[in-house]
Each structure stands twice: as structure tokens, then as C-alpha cells.
Nanobody, 118 residues
Framework: QVDLVESGGGLVQAGGSLRLSCTAS????????FGWYRQTPGKERELVAS????????NYGNSVQGRFTISRDNAKNTVYLQMNSLKPEDTAVYYC???????????WGQGTQVTVSS
């Protein structure tokens, strides 16, 4: 069992920045991938960014490419999402996820609210 705890969400003005953190605890050794997802009411949960734990390969959603950066610190079992140039449409609950397979997210955090005001 892996527990994921997010932090760093909050209220920010358009154009501002936030950094989200996610720390994994428990049986973290098998984790191969970390990801950030976001969800707004009435919409499907969408992948924001992902990063592998060994090769540091990253993927980004088209809407955040060039503005968000995902990184990780394997020694701390922590993944970060640096969000710059935030837009109101970035407002969502952001979820940290992890998986033992590179394309299956088995573990999920509770989510952290990010609100971007106009």
C-alpha cells in the first residue's frame, strides 16, 4: 500500500505561480511512475504531467506544455509540479498518482484545490 499526500494548492491570481508537492509513503519501492491529474466539475479527469522514477522521462498535457514542469526527488519519494503563468482555466482539483506500471496509476492522493482568479 502506498499513501500519497499533496500540498501546495491554494488561490493565486492569473499569471502567478504555485508549486505542488506530493510525498509517497508506505511500500514505495516498486513505484515506477508519478503523475499529476486534474479534474473540474462536469469534466473527465485529465493527465497534466507524468515522470518516471528511474529514467526521468516526462510527458505533459498540451494545455500546460511550456508552463508547468514536473520533477521528482527519488530519495525523498516526492514529486513536484511547478505551475507558472497560471490561467483561470487551470482551476481544478489536482491529484497526485503513482503506479508500479508506467501506464497504470494504482495509488491516488486526496487532491488539492488550485484556484486561479481573473
Amino acid at each position: 500500500q502506498v499513501d500519497l499526500v499533496e500540498s501546495g494548492g491554494g488561490l493565486v491570481q492569473a499569471g502567478g505561480s504555485l508549486r505542488l508537492s506530493c510525498t509517497a509513503s508506505g511500500l514505495t519501492l516498486p513505484i515506477k511512475i508519478f503523475g499529476w491529474y486534474r479534474q473540474t466539475p462536469g469534466k473527465e479527469r485529465e493527465l497534466v504531467a507524468s515522470i518516471t522514477t528511474h529514467a526521468e522521462a516526462t510527458n505533459y498535457g498540451n494545455s500546460v506544455q511550456g508552463r508547468f514542469t514536473i520533477s521528482r526527488d527519488n530519495a525523498k519519494n516526492t514529486v513536484y509540479l511547478q505551475m507558472n503563468s497560471l490561467k483561470p482555466e487551470d482551476t481544478a482539483v489536482y491529484y497526485c498518482a503513482a503506479g508500479r506500471d508506467t501506464n497504470i496509476y494504482e495509488y491516488w492522493g486526496q487532491g488539492t484545490q488550485v484556484t486561479v482568479s481573473s
